[in-house]
T-cell receptor, first 112, second 109 residues
Framework: KAGVTQTPRYLIKTRGQQVTLSCSPISGHRSVSWYQQTPGQGLQFLFE???????NKGNFPGRFSGRQFSNSRSEMNVSTLELGDSALYLC???????????FGPGTRLTVL | GIQVEQSPPDLILQEGANSTLRCNFS?????LQWFHQNPWGQLINLFYIPSGTKQNGRLSATTVATERYSLLYISSSQTTDSGVYFC???????????FGTGTRLKVLA
């Protein structure tokens, strides 16, 4: 089975722009979670989707949003980028039961 | 919210040595996972272990949920074991995992 894929792998944006990141889960997995990793804050939960529904959301401003499509692929969007949004964005998929999560390689976003 | 503490923060080992990494959490948990993040940033799941003991090759893990801690054992360490080890816990059963700050392991040849 192919693993979790994320595109793009690297991205450079300027303050005020918006960005969309994509995540394709492992085939058959219906849960997709997103995380932000920074040196200062570590790994922080953004949101989790299951069958196109957001089931949980972390403590991030409304500029961070996401969605999941019927094929379980997920996108996250960050609007009005700030310097502090520079981070490694990771997505993870699982079957949806309390179970093992499998992570993608991440998208490294740099905001200038 | 739940607090997750990992110790030690840093660990340097000679190849072949054994080690124990600890994860303490401040509340009861529904789910717990251990991950290894390699030097390229890839997070690899090691164990899903909300309770009990599991083993996978040179690695094993034990979670004592009633005492709010989990241990990851690495035996006969290899240089490829280098990286950061995270535990992540979900206390609400909603898949909102909270990650610890990690243990950075360096194995010397």
């Amino acid at each position: 089975k192919a693993g979790v894929t994320q595109t793009p792998r690297y991205l450079i944006k300027t303050r005020g722009q918006q960005v969309t990141l994509s995540c394709s889960p492992i085939s058959g997995h219906r849960s997709v979670s997103w995380y932000q990793q920074t040196p200062g804050q570590g790994l922080q939960f953004l949101f989790e989707y299951f069958s196109e529904t957001q089931r949980n959301k972390g403590n991030f401003p409304g500029r961070f949003s996401g969605r999941q499509f019927s094929n379980s692929r997920s996108e996250m969007n960050v609007s009005t980028l700030e310097l502090g949004d520079s981070a490694l964005y990771l997505c993870a998929s699982s079957l949806g039961l309390p179970d093992t999560q499998y992570f993608g390689p991440g998208t490294r976003l740099t905001v200038l | 919210g739940i607090q997750v503490e990992q110790s030690p923060p840093d660990l340097i080992l000679q190849e072949g040595a054994n080690s124990t990494l600890r994860c303490n959490f401040s509340d009861s948990v529904n789910n717990l996972q251990w991950f290894h993040q390699n030097p390229w940033g890839q997070l690899i799941n090691l164990f899903y272990i909300p309770s009990g003991t599991k083993q996978n090759g040179r690695l094993s893990a034990t979670t004592v949920a009633t005492e709010r801690y989990s241990l990851l054992y690495i035996s006969s360490s290899q240089t490829t074991d280098s990286g950061v080890y995270f535990c992540a816990v979900d206390s609400s059963g909603t898949y909102k995992y909270i990650f610890g700050t990690g243990t950075r392991l360096k194995v010397l040849a």
